[in-house]
């Protein structure tokens, strides 16, 4: 599943560079001008990574990072500024910025920030997911339902992971799609439908009840 990638600044012309530039690398990119809509932004979706002006109308990078890391929010945040005094980048690392890139810079090096902030974020966040008797290691990519083990594709373990970490949540189609195999994939119009049939037939294979409930006309849910 490609990282999503959320950039916030409020000059249109970088938005519109560094979206290219991410894009290119092949990450899903979404842009916020402010920090109110940046904000909001990661509730409505919440990204793998944050490229954060610390100029910006209204509330500024500093205090969007400041409330993300005050509401829990670990997602790794890039500051970018055109300010390189020392005491403004520690302000900014102090903040909750996991990494601080002074104006202007070269794409390539924006490339290679995130990659790293996206390499020591994934390494960071090994976690077992649980609902109801079913259980994830992110870090091996084993699942369990009760004592069983079951072996899962790569696509049908992006599946239950985000099942995993939205129970109970009705995910649309759209999301889906989006989150699993891309906001551009363009395959067959029902392979969403064949993969949470692999997925429920793997689940369910000693006759367990069904998790993964059809929400007609709207997407799933895991729930029981």
Not at 100 to 113: H, M, S
Not at 127 to 134: G, N, P, R, S
Not at 181 to 201: H, K, P, Q
């Amino acid at each position: 599943m490609k990282a999503h990638i959320l950039i916030v600044d409020d000059d249109p012309r970088i938005t519109d560079l560094l979206r290219r530039v991410l894009a290119y690398e092949g990450y899903s990119v979404a842009s916020a001008a402010s920090g109110n809509e940046a904000l909001k932004r990661t509730l409505e979706r919440p990204p793998d990574l944050v490229v954060l002006d610390i100029m910006l109308p209204g509330l500024d990078g500093l205090e969007v990072a400041r409330r993300l890391r005050a509401a829990g929010d670990n997602v790794p945040v890039l500051m970018v500024t055109a300010r390189d005094a020392v005491a403004d980048r520690v302000k900014g690392l102090e903040t909750g910025a996991d990494d601080y890139l002074v104006k202007p810079f070269a794409p390539e090096e924006l490339v290679a920030r995130v990659k790293a902030l996206l390499r020591r974020n994934q390494e960071a966040r090994h976690e077992v997911l649980h609902y109801a008797d079913i259980e994830l290691d992110t870090g091996t990519r084993i699942a369990h339902r009760g004592s069983r083990e079951i072996d899962l594709s790569p696509t049908e373990y992006e599946l239950l992971a985000l099942f995993l970490r939205r129970p109970r949540q009705v995910l649309t189609r759209e999301i889906i799609l989006d989150r699993v195999w891309g906001m551009d994939f363009e395959g067959s119009s029902n392979v969403m439908e064949v993969y949470i049939g692999y997925l429920r037939a793997k689940l369910e294979a000693e006759g367990e009840p069904r998790l993964i409930h059809t929400v007609r006309g709207v997407g799933y849910v895991l729930k029981e």
